[in-house]
């Protein structure tokens, strides 16, 4: 964008003339900045004012008439300048779960950990639970007995939740309490737990605090965040950030269906409260099948190393289909997770029928996760407008190419199928990433790692797994920023770097785009701004 006319087009339905300029707030110029509006990057400047994106302008025109005795002017150098990124699947819940209580990560013994917890119950009041977390069996040498904590604990209900959320260390009193045993602790399971946890409205809002500014280190400005059913004490939390200015990124409510059938009423309801460009209610998501690493997932063809089986952990696709069918007609998104390419061929075919039986209107339906989609399912995602949302970091969950399940579980043909993104944007397919925080922390140099070098943990294979099944960096950046505002129905208003915009921005310490493979890790964050304040500064 060269002439200044370039800048005024960026304004619709406002006149405009070259005399009328407003004295900026900040004023950023770095030698690369990423719009995500364009493929190119370019050299200039940006010009905030009141929150908003004043100007763009390049580095041979005039900025004196923007720059005045109180603006603050950020010379950036070769540091990437990109609009904030989304991380489009959070689970507050959960990472609140695995920071609330006692710290046994430090621990190399239960015996250790029991002296912590002891100490520990002196500050609790009578009846209240004890909650711990971080250990490690592998620091231990094995799986901790539960009859230490009853020996220990006989009334008093304790958790402790270990590092990998694999295994809760836990008394019967517990086990009596919450309804779910040591190895069976993922978040649906823990469920009466967590809605314990954030019965304690101070200690969840100082917990949000947190969360914010450390998502803020990693240049998040917006989440869509999973809630299980109604949460009324957390959607009560974010509503009270937001009512005292206090919410440092934007905010997609997402309910999940966990203790009870989805609750169309109450989504009703979330809708009317949540809708400001801060805090906003999206839909629901419904878990489909389950993992393909553990033979849940649910497969069009049996498993290659068990042959006898498409899924150990069946789906009931009926009641999924009129639960997706009932808020559709009601205008509520939704998002299923989906892992096997059967799942995802049934989840399809269910929001296939919801154009046809439900009025036309602007829907923000998505599939989360989409492990392995089968090649032929994948242009009906872009046909039907569906977004694939999918985990880019994924891959460093398998320490080398060697520890991956994906040839054991699919065969040689099938192992193509997996993590295949190339697929989903030749397709025309709107792709965007989430972490699902608490899996991983979001970290956009390690996504590039993942899935556009396609590296495992150890840097396997030096080539890249199927390098030309990844993401492009561009596609990459695009996907985590303009195309989740998209999904969001805020891509007017954030998503991109644009006059008129709101003022989202995230500042790298190099060029993501250019820098070398072995090196993108390193890459930091060093500046973030949501609204234009500043939530995160290390310059």
């Given at each position: 964008?060269?002439?200044?006319?370039?800048?005024?087009?960026?304004?619709?339905?406002?006149?405009?003339?070259?005399?009328?300029?407003?004295?900026?707030?900040?004023?950023?110029?770095?030698?690369?900045?990423?719009?995500?509006?364009?493929?190119?990057?370019?050299?200039?400047?940006?010009?905030?004012?009141?929150?908003?994106?004043?100007?763009?302008?390049?580095?041979?025109?005039?900025?004196?008439?923007?720059?005045?005795?109180?603006?603050?002017?950020?010379?950036?150098?070769?540091?990437?300048?990109?609009?904030?990124?989304?991380d489009n699947h959070t689970f507050f819940t959960g990472y609140m779960s695995m920071h609330r209580g006692v710290d046994l990560s430090a621990t190399n013994t239960s015996a250790a950990a029991l002296l912590l917890l002891k100490k520990a119950e002196q500050d609790l009041p009578a009846g209240k639970s004890l909650y711990a977390w971080g250990w490690s069996a592998a620091q231990w040498g094995a799986l901790p007995a539960s009859t230490e904590l009853d020996d220990a604990f006989p009334c008093r209900p304790v958790v402790a939740i270990n590092s990998d959320k694999s295994y809760c260390w836990m008394n019967q009193a517990a086990i009596a309490r919450y309804g779910f045993t040591p190895d069976d602790c993922s978040a649906e399971s823990r469920v009466h737990l967590l809605t314990e946890m954030l019965n304690d409205a101070g200690q969840v809002k100082e917990e949000l605090r947190a969360f914010m500014a450390m998502l803020a280190t990693r240049g998040i400005t917006a989440i869509k965040d999973v809630c299980f059913d109604d949460a009324p004490a957390l959607l009560d939390a974010w509503a009270g950030l937001e009512a005292n200015d206090e919410l440092s990124l934007r905010v997609s409510l997402v309910s999940e269906p966990v203790a009870s059938a989805a609750n169309f009423t109450f989504a009703r309801q979330a809708r009317d409260r949540f809708h400001s460009d801060r805090l906003r209610f999206h839909g629901f998501k419904f878990m489909v099948d389950g993992v393909i690493a553990d033979y849940t997932g649910d497969m069009l063809q049996p498993y290659t190393d068990r042959p006898h089986t498409h899924n150990e952990k069946p789906v009931d696709y009926a009641l999924l289909r009129q639960q997706v069918l009932e808020a559709d007609r009601l205008g509520v998104n939704c998002c299923l997770n989906a892992e096997g390419d059967a799942a995802i061929r049934h989840c399809i075919d269910i929001f296939a029928e919801c154009h046809r039986a439900n009025l036309p209107r602007v829907r923000h339906h998505a599939l989360s996760d989409l492990e392995c989609p089968h090649p032929d399912d994948i242009p009906r995602l872009a046909a039907l407008g569906l977004s694939a949302e999918v985990y880019a970091q994924i891959l460093l969950l398998n320490q080398s190419a060697s520890d991956a399940y994906m040839r054991e579980r699919g065969g040689e043909a099938r192992e193509r199928q997996f993590f295949n993104y190339a697929a989903l944007f030749n397709a025309g397919v709107l792709v965007t990433i989430g972490t699902d925080l608490p899996l991983f922390i979001p970290n956009i140099p390690d996504a590039i790692y993942a899935a556009c070098c396609r590296h495992f943990a150890d840097g396997s294979p030096p080539e890249g797994w199927y390098r030309e099944h990844g993401m492009t960096r561009t596609q990459l950046l695009k996907a985590w920023?303009?195309?989740?505002?998209?999904?969001?129905?805020?891509?007017?208003?954030?998503?991109?770097?644009?006059?008129?915009?709101?003022?989202?921005?995230?500042?790298?310490?190099?060029?993501?785009?250019?820098?070398?493979?072995?090196?993108?890790?390193?890459?930091?964050?060093?500046?973030?701004?949501?609204?234009?304040?500043?939530?995160?500064?290390?310059?």
């Open positions: 964008m060269r002439g200044r006319g370039a800048v005024l087009r960026f304004f619709p339905n406002k006149e405009r003339v070259m005399t009328e300029y407003h004295t900026a707030d900040l004023i950023l110029r770095s030698d690369n900045i990423f719009t995500a509006d364009s493929d190119e990057l370019f050299s200039g400047y940006i010009v905030i004012n009141h929150g908003v994106i004043s100007a763009i302008l390049a580095n041979d025109e005039d900025i004196s008439p923007w720059r005045g005795p109180t603006t603050h002017f950020r010379d950036l150098g070769e540091r990437l300048i990109c609009p904030g990124f989304c920023t303009i195309n989740a505002a998209v999904q969001h129905g805020m891509g007017a208003q954030t998503g991109s770097l644009a006059v008129g915009k709101r003022a989202d921005i995230a500042v790298f310490d190099r060029n993501l785009l250019t820098c070398a493979d072995d090196e993108v890790r390193n890459a930091r964050v060093v500046l973030t701004l949501m609204d234009g304040r500043t939530t995160h500064d290390v310059l």
